[in-house]
């Protein structure tokens, strides 16, 4: 007799989430997506980063409580068969933000990827409200969302690679 081994209604599951927070949007008219990812801890964090917030100035304390670099890149994924030129203007992540004001072409089928906006927060969290706000061929575009951590199987199924 076989089992099923699935989890039953009410019992707590074991997950694994990731290191990695995501939001995505596909926008058929412009044929671009829009791809939010939060990583945490200093694989995004560029090198000789300094920290200046409130309590920037003892890191190893804060690593060893829980808080963790969060490092939060936006991807304009050019989907379409013509280019498209994109203007950015704010990045917030939970209550952190920041102002951009880059403007690029980006050529059909390539991407471009925001400056990171970099912060130290909570390590336990499984959901990030963010603001987006930037204009794709003259058009304001606006996102306020939720970006939601990941599990290690959702990387693992989203890209095919270990985690």
């Known amino acids: 007799m076989n089992e ?11 997950l694994e989430y990731s290191l990695y927070y995501e939001f995505e949007d596909f926008n058929p008219e412009l044929g671009l997506i829009t791809r939010l990812v939060i990583t945490l801890g200093p694989e995004r964090v560029p090198e000789g980063f300094k920290h200046d ?3 920037s100035d003892d890191l190893t304390t804060l ?11 936006v991807y304009f994924i050019n989907a379409s068969n ?9 990045l917030g992540v939970r209550k952190f933000q920041k102002q ?4 690029v072409t980006i050529e059909p089928q390539k ?3 925001s400056k990171p906006l970099i912060a130290l927060d ?10 987006l706000e930037f204009n794709c ?10 970006a939601k951590r990941m599990t290690a199987d959702e990387i693992k199924n989203k890209y095919n690679a270990a985690q």
């Open 82 to 90: 013509e280019p498209i030129t994109l203007e950015t203007k704010k």
């Open 137 to 146: 061929n003259n058009l304001a575009l606006k996102f306020e969302d939720v």
């Open 100 to 103: 951009f004001s880059d403007v």
């Open 4 to 14: 099923n081994l699935d989890s039953k209604p009410n019992e707590p599951q074991d």
């Open 111 to 113: 991407w471009f990827i």
């Open 63 to 73: 690593y060893n409580e829980g808080i963790v670099d969060w490092v939060s890149e």
């Open 122 to 131: 909570s390590f336990y969290e499984i959901e990030a409200n963010f603001i």
């Open 53 to 55: 917030g409130p309590f």
